[in-house]
């Protein structure tokens, strides 16, 4: 699977495979640390860039759309 | 508006079917997934695990559609999800970030063990599709609704995939811990007979 961001592949495989073994031997056993913090640092700073540089307005567009005036209308 | 809800029950443990629903993508029955990111997680007092994933994925839309609605390209989706492992509720929420001036689609599944048979999950879907301010809108919120029981079909099958590559992953590091023991056992007992 890829990254949003083709140069954040590589970071996302090691944290993937960090947190998949997080989450099966440790979180599902009880442990609330966070995973794998240095390996996630590293690669949530490679999306977050990336998806600037995409211009996906992911924070902004999370708000309701239909039934407020951001709601594309049809022409009067 | 459209809503769709539908239950669905996985003959394996909660623990196995939320570890797969974080591993679903990619897999060989859908291909519009194209990328999946974390964009945040954390664990709060509770023990609940949170997340935030951005998900790229390709919409299959006919021709008329994306002519009504625009290009056939990339569309995003966020995707919010909590898990609780002591009191084993998996919930997660997704709602596409693409065109959701014309379209939204949001849909919440929540994973909880079956209550009569821990060895079993039920997942409960619900969809709600609004398309406004284009024409032919409900034409093409049915066929939004249609694409995702379609999907949701897929989505069972893919769960399927997943939970048996995870089960062989366990059964190969088994058994190679195993035979890594049984070569150590066997080297220290032809030195123990060895003469020198």
Known sequence: ?76 | MRIRQAEHVFDAPWDLVVRAQFRKYPNEFNNAVEGVDVVERRVDKTGTLYSHRLLSTRWGLPGWATKIIGSNGLGYGSEHSEVNARTKTMEMKTRNLTFCNIITVDEKMTYRPHPEDKNKTVLHQESVVNVQGVPLSSYIEHYVIDNIATNAEKGKKAMVSVMEKIQKESLELQHGAQKTMEEAFQKLHFNERSPF
């Open chain 1, 1 to 76: 699977m890829n990254s949003v961001g083709e140069e954040c592949n590589e970071l996302k495989r090691s944290y993937d495979e960090c947190f998949n073994h997080w989450f099966a031997n440790k979180f599902l056993n009880g442990d609330r640390n966070e995973p794998c913090p240095d390996l996630f640092a590293k690669y949530q700073s490679c999306v977050k860039k990336a998806i600037k540089d995409k211009d996906i307005e992911l924070w902004e567009l999370e708000r309701n759309v239909l039934g407020t005036e951001h709601e594309k209308k049809p022409p009067k």
